[in-house]
């Protein structure tokens, strides 16, 4: 068996069982928790517009502090949006999502999905970077976040280099890609990138509850 | 061709012009990826080569090897050369059988003890000796029979160079490749199913010019036809960098002439110089008639999955398996969820009872 066999098939399959079996199990868990009730008499109904208000209100920068993390904010919703592109508009990925999902969606011309990957492996480097020098960042930074960091960095750099031929052979580059991405899916549910799972129902629920409060999300 | 002749006379003898011969030597030289000035080194050199001694062992295979090389087309300079070899022994192609056609092997051996050159075609089975046996002779000794006193060896095809389509799954014969029994003696892999024939003939030119081996590449093929993969050669290549695919055999991107990646091609892959030399006096190649590669230079290349799926899709996509997994990981949320609770209401009681 090629690396790169070893890349489509077996690694593929358990780092998807593994991926699949993690976000599950964490949002099952997280859905069944517990919380003790409520018994104070809610200041106004509560519902679905205070959950969506939240959701809205909190993908916005606090007025607060909008000029201190003016930067994070732009440079968070440039790589959250470079890396969609890249992921969902690159033909050949379509073709990896079409063999697992069995349909598939229009591609974007190569040289935007490069220029898209360029992108948020720049601004993903520069966050590192800074969170490694930002003392208040270093502070609160954890292993977890350096490798969320850098299992997000490394599909990005071997897939353009996959995709330029360089440093390598193209089958070899190719494999070494996947399995970026497979150990990608191997840590998600299990660190914090499981906030692209959590962080829209957590908004909803905290709307939801100041809602109950009386509180304007 | 005469014993006693050498090559250079030969050709002038089949009406081989000096100029058509130089330009042969020219392009046997930019093939082979040698400097300008050696294109006199490899005329000089091929123009005064006397006739090797090439024996040639045919084992599991279709003979699509040689039917590649004798049926390519009207004959040409390289397949000149080729008839200029002595070909002592080929049991597909010669009148002789059975112990006539033993002898004559033997007799090549004996004569060109040392510097004979052995051309393979085919894998070799291990299961049984007697899946496939020439004169009672099975595959296995009379490769180890023959190899002893050649001075190379040359395996012709993907079955002789990699265990090819015999090896596929489940390998029912144990096919194995000439390299994996043979290993003490340089080993030039030509790869492919079949092989092109002027690669063929480029190795035996370097042969006869240099008294050598080409330079080969991890898989023991020769890096002047096998350095670059289809994809990196091919004419289509632009449209893969533009994104424009041909999602079907005959949709407007077809048509086109657009890039057949989508459509499994395996170029970006495959390492042969199919996308340069052409088959057929040049004339077009398997992308060139709009099918996608199918890889057949690689090892294993019958085992890759589906000539249709392309190269980035995975080899493995089964839903219920994922529905498997999420099922699993329900009952795993279930399961904590519970042993969470469970905890906080001993923590609860354990509290209440400290308080009163």
């Not at chain 1, 409520?38 to 208000?53: E, F, H, M, Q, W």
């Not at chain 1, 660190?191 to 829209?200: E, I, P, R, W």
């Not at chain 2, 002047?224 to 695919?245: K, L, M, N, S, V």
């Amino acid at each position: 068996m090629t690396l790169l066999d070893f890349a489509r098939g077996p690694a593929l399959q358990w780092s998807l069982i593994i991926l699949v079996t993690g976000i599950i199990w964490r949002i099952v868990g997280a859905l069944l928790l517990s919380s003790r009730k409520d018994l104070s008499v809610a200041r106004r109904k509560s519902g679905l517009n205070d959950g969506l208000g939240a959701i809205a209100t909190r993908s916005l920068p606090a007025h607060t502090f909008e000029k201190r993390i003016r930067f994070q904010h732009v440079t968070g919703y440039a790589w959250h949006l470079a890396l969609f592109v890249t992921v969902l508009f690159f033909g050949p990925h379509i073709l990896f999502f079409e063999s697992l999902l069995g349909f598939s969606w229009p591609a974007l011309p190569n040289g935007i999905v490069l220029f898209s990957a360029a992108v948020a492996l720049a601004i993903l480097i520069a966050l590192l970077i800074r969170r490694a020098n930002h003392p208040v960042q270093k502070l609160i930074s954890n292993a977890d976040d350096y490798i969320s960091v850098i299992l997000c960095i490394l599909p990005l750099l071997t897939g353009i280099l996959a995709f330029a031929h360089i440093g390598g052979r193209y089958e070899t580059l190719l494999a070494i890609h996947l399995l970026s991405i497979e150990a990608l899916f191997i840590w998600f549910p299990f660190g914090k990138l499981m906030h692209s799972a959590m962080t829209f129902p957590a908004r909803f629920q905290a709307g939801t509850s100041f809602g109950r409060k009386g509180i304007k999300a | 061709m005469r014993k006693d002749q050498n090559l250079g006379e030969y050709l002038r003898t089949q009406g081989v012009s000096r100029r058509g011969f130089l330009k042969f030597c020219s392009a046997t030289a930019s093939l082979m990826a040698l400097p300008p000035s050696a294109v006199a080194q490899v005329a000089e050199a091929l123009a005064s080569a006397r006739r090797p001694s090439v024996i040639w062992l045919s084992f599991q295979e279709c003979t699509g090897c040689t039917e590649s090389l004798t049926r390519s087309h009207a004959p040409t300079v390289e397949s000149l050369i080729f008839d200029a070899i002595s070909l002592d022994y080929h049991h597909t192609l010669q009148v002789a059988s059975g112990e006539g056609a033993e002898e004559a092997r033997h007799a090549a051996m004996e004569e060109n003890d040392g510097e004979y050159l052995l051309v393979v075609d085919g894998s070799i089975p291990l299961g049984n000796p007697g899946y496939s046996t020439i004169a009672g002779i099975s595959n296995l000794d009379m490769l180890k029979d023959t190899a002893k006193g050649a001075a190379a060896v040359i395996a012709v095809g993907t079955c002789a160079a990699f265990g090819g389509i015999p090896q596929a799954f489940p390998n029912p014969t144990g096919a194995v490749s000439v390299s994996d029994i043979i290993t003490d003696k340089p080993i030039i892999n030509v790869s492919g199913c079949p092989p092109i024939p002027v690669v063929i003939t480029g190795v035996l030119a370097h042969f006869l010019t240099f008294g050598t081996i080409p330079e080969l590449d991890h898989l023991g093929r020769p890096t002047a036809f096998f350095g670059q993969t289809i994809h990196d050669r091919c004419y289509r290549r632009p449209f893969y960098e533009r994104g424009q695919f041909a999602h079907t055999f005959d949709d407007e991107g077809a048509r086109k002439g657009w890039c057949l990646y989508e459509l499994g091609c395996k170029g970006p892959t495959s390492y042969n110089a199919c996308a340069t030399v052409k088959w057929n006096e040049g004339t077009s190649f398997p992308i060139g008639s709009g099918h996608g590669c199918l890889g057949c230079s690689e090892p294993g290349f019958w085992d890759h999955g589906s000539f249709y799926k392309p190269i980035s899709a995975g080899l493995w996509g089964s839903k219920e398996t994922l529905l498997g997994a999420a099922a699993a990981g329900a009952a795993l949320g279930i399961g904590s969820a519970m042993a969470a609770r469970a905890r906080k209401n001993k923590a609860i009681k354990e509290s209440e009872a400290d308080s009163s």
